[in-house]
């Protein structure tokens, strides 16, 4: 995003991992704004995650998103709240510990699988009915 020089965090996070109990690990992750690690542990109500960053020169810090389809969402980091700037929650240079909560609500049963099966099912049909109406005399 232009001149942004944060590592933006979570923006893609699929419904299908963020049911409770499921963990995702990243270790070592090189990136252009430096090296990232941490394990985020996903609860019924939100996610704890541990985080480690050895920033490069100039970096500007972390952006924290949240999936769309979340509401209430609130950010703690190092156990301070975070305000939320635009459409992401700026975490500083050091910080450790990150905890996201959210209202409760179901998670919409959406995955990458089931927007391909969708695509494919709808595209067929459109291409069916395409054909019948060229078939016509």
Known sequence: EGDDRRLHLLGGLSPAWMAPGKKIEIRGAPTELGALSFAASMRKDGIDMGLEFAPNAGCQGLALHA??????????????????AGASWPLANGTRRVEIRWREKPLPDISFDRVVESYIHDHGRRARETQHKDSRP
């Open 67 to 84: 999936p769309p389809f979340l509401d209430g969402v609130s950010v703690k980091a190092d156990s301070k709240a975070v305000k939320k």
